[in-house]
């Protein structure tokens, strides 16, 4: 995967995240408008399309580079891989950051487009308490258990289903709905609709990923001790690469 070029690596990341947020947003506004009386039916019409969607980016995208679409995943792959030079070079984990946050909020904007509403406008759902920032941390250092785990016993191939069946439940299970984020999150403060989130609770969820990104790496490390031979198979297996 890493001899595809980056610019190329950096628009599938860029893609993929956007086209993530936009279903995630879109189907949010979807539900609200087909479910207005039953917030258990909107989430649950919001939860399916994501997982739903999230399997089809992974398979789309993840040829190209690695599917990631979250920094804290792409955190995690350089950080394990470092000494086995087996993950994204720092260099290369900057621009994924970089390319993922711009995705996400350009999918909230096209998603906003789409339903007629104004393309900016900031979200006024507050999500600031402490068993939300718990939810984001479970769910976080879950996501990348079933990750990590996945490539390092060879199991890559499943990812798109496991990971966004893994979403899927994890808005169910999670007081937070599992945003497991940071780029998400950001985005999701750019639509005032039902997957939104409050400019000002962001830096909580985002702070909360990270926590759930250290104890995600350390759980790891202690279950797999050499998961870091592996980071270069997130989320795809090494050798399926792209056809020019």
Do not use: C
Not at 108 to 123: E, Q
Not at 137 to 143: D, P
Not at 227 to 234: F, I, K, P, Y
Request: proline residues 4%; hydrophobic residues 55%; aromatic residues 8%.
């Amino acid at each position: 995967m890493h001899q595809i070029a980056l610019w190329r690596r950096l628009l599938a990341e860029f893609l993929g995240t956007a086209l993530l947020v936009t279903a995630v947003v879109g189907s949010g506004i979807m539900a609200t408008t087909l479910s207005p009386d039953d917030v258990g039916l909107q989430l649950l019409e919001n939860s399916i399309a994501t997982a739903l969607v999230l399997g089809a980016l992974i398979l789309t995208f993840g040829p190209v580079s690695g599917a990631h679409f979250n920094p804290v995943v792409s955190a995690a792959d350089w950080f394990l891989g470092r000494r086995t030079r087996t993950g994204l070079t720092g260099s290369d984990l900057g621009g994924y950051i970089v390319a993922q946050i711009a995705g996400a909020i350009a999918g909230s904007v096209l998603a906003n487009l789409m339903f007629d509403l104004d393309a900016v406008a900031w979200s006024q759902k507050d999500r600031s308490a402490g068993h939300l920032w718990l939810g984001e941390v479970v769910a976080t250092a879950g996501l990348l258990l079933l990750i990590f785990a996945l490539a390092r016993s060879g199991r890559a191939a499943v990812a798109p289903a496991a990971v966004g069946a893994y979403i899927g439940a994890a808005y169910w299970f999670t007081s937070s709905t599992s945003f497991a984020n940071p780029a998400v999150t950001i985005g999701r403060a750019f639509t005032d609709t039902f997957a939104g989130i409050a400019p000002h609770s962001v830096p909580g969820f985002v702070v909360a990923q990270l926590v759930g990104l250290i104890a995600g790496v350390g759980l790891l490390l202690a279950l797999y001790p050499t998961v870091g031979r592996a980071a270069g198979d997130v989320l795809v297996p090494e050798g399926v690469s792209s056809r020019e």
